[in-house]
């Protein structure tokens, strides 16, 4: 089946590498000249664990390509995939649609044979619908239907996401177009990954409604955290005993410095925008964004208490950067907020990140970036862990306590313990829903 990939970021790139895998003959396109470069030559403009082994194969085997011009992608394709990003619109929290619109206006005077026009990005109730109106607009002539087939993949385990899914999401208007996306999937279908198909508006709001609910879980349990530091419980425990329980499950169910990434923030407010602009606030998530909020500033005044309130002069080494491991996605991460805080305190910051910098460079000016955690340490006066990079996760802690200048630790993923951090050496250690210790 030959397939056009329109967008060829996180998600674009991840599926079209997947189905070229699957065996389909898939051509990604990007508008941005040069990632497109990038690829040709071999490259992978991101991180993502396997992706370039994936990709080298494919390429190898004739049936992936990459290109800027999307008409000669869509000409002759069975299905063209928008996977442009649906960022916040400035100002009023509603998904902005121009890029997904741009797109399907460019793929109408594209389009040659029945093609069914699926949209892969996180789009609002009712998109679906407008990128038919325009298509059929642009081109009246145009032989197509539109689809819905939301992506749940997890940046870091985007390929093992995209190949073992807990579900396929494919919102039709009809059987041809169902048997289209039946054919797409059908490597997956035949390995028992179940697809749910669903009318348009109901698989748009699954998408939705999914990210809500994580984001709800994770902000939950971060809300729990901060009652446990009050009344003395520890919410690795809570977690753990919450967790065990089949109706609650242990995802999503660790306290930390409030989700961040590059989907929960703008889905969550386009949500709750969906739900003002239907005359029904989502009150939930409303608040879940309200409650994240205060959970990210409440990291930086753990930080501060931690210091005494003394930041200016201080040397800080914060490890990691990105959202979450295993990506060099750096949109919405906690860092973007902390460490100007720091900075805006008076802080030297150092930073180190396995993938971060790259991006990071330009999103946190000022900071030093260092190669390693004991460089970091070096001379510091506290140490700050945002991201639970693997390589974060078994320190030596004595080796870095004995190197600073003032041994502090404010480990905002809980990945070590009071008592650890004691053993070690450390004076003070802060975490997020369990005892301190000073
Ligand atoms: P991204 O910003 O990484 O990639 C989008 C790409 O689309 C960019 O490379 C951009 O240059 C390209 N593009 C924009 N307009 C174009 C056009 N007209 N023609 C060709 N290329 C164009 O975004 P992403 O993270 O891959 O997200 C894409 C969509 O998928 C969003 O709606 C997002 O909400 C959704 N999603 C993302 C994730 C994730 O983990 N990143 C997971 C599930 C769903």
Request: glycine share 8%; aromatic share 6%.
């Amino acid at each position: 089946m030959k397939i056009a990939m329109i967008g060829t970021g996180y998600v674009g790139l991840v599926s079209g590498v997947c189905f070229s895998d699957f065996g389909h003959d898939v051509v990604c396109v990007d508008k941005n000249p040069e990632k497109i470069a990038m690829l040709e030559r071999g490259e992978v403009p991101i991180f993502e664990p396997g992706l370039d082994a994936l990709i080298e194969k494919n390429v190898a085997a004739g049936r992936l390509s990459f290109t800027t011009d999307l008409p000669a992608a869509v000409d002759g394709a069975e299905a063209v995939f928008i996977a442009v990003g649906t960022p916040t619109r400035r100002g009023d929290g509603h998904a902005d649609l121009s890029y997904v619109m741009a797109a399907a206006e460019e793929i109408a005077h594209a389009i040659t044979g029945y093609t069914v026009v699926v949209t892969k990005s996180t789009v609002p109730v009712g998109t679906n619908r407008q990128v038919e109106e325009v298509i059929a607009k642009a081109n009246p002539q145009a032989e197509f239907d539109v689809a819905s087939n939301p992506e749940f993949l997890r940046e870091g385990a985007a390929i093992e996401d995209f190949m073992k899914p807990d579900r396929i999401i494919v919102g039709v208007q009809n059987d041809r177009a169902a048997q289209v996306m039946a054919d797409i999937y059908r490597p997956l279908y035949l390995r028992e990954f179940p697809i749910i198909t669903t009318d348009l508006e109901s698989a748009e709001m699954i998408k939705y409604a999914a990210n809500a609910f994580l984001a709800t879980k994770i902000t939950f349990i971060n809300e729990i955290a901060a009652l446990c530091e009050r009344v003395g419980a520890d919410i690795k425990q809570v977690s753990k005993g919450m967790g065990r329980d089949g109706r609650i499950g242990n995802k999503f169910l660790h306290a930390g410095p409030g989700y961040g990434g590059s989907c929960f923030p703008k889905d969550t407010k386009a949500l709750a925008r969906i739900g003002q602009d239907h005359g029904l606030p989502m009150q939930i998530t409303e608040t879940v964004i309200k409650v994240n909020d205060e959970t990210r500033r409440r990291m930086i005044e753990k930080i501060t208490d931690m210091m005494d309130g003394h930041l200016a002069g201080k040397t800080v080494a914060v490890l990691g950067v990105t959202f979450k491991p295993n990506t060099d996605d750096m949109r919405e991460a906690p860092s973007l907020t902390v460490i100007p805080a720091l900075i805006g305190a008076g802080a030297r910051v150092r930073v180190v990140d396995p993938q971060g910098r790259r991006e990071g460079e330009a999103l946190l000016p000022g900071v030093h970036w260092m190669d390693d955690a004991y460089k970091a340490a070096q001379n510091a006066d506290a140490l700050v862990i945002l991201t639970e990079w693997n390589e974060f996760r078994a320190l030596d802690l004595k080796r870095l306590a004995k190197r600073m200048a003032f041994p502090a630790m404010a480990d905002l993923r809980n990945i070590y313990s009071a008592q650890d951090a004691r053993r070690a050496g450390f004076a003070r250690y802060v975490s997020v829903g369990r005892s301190d210790y000073r």
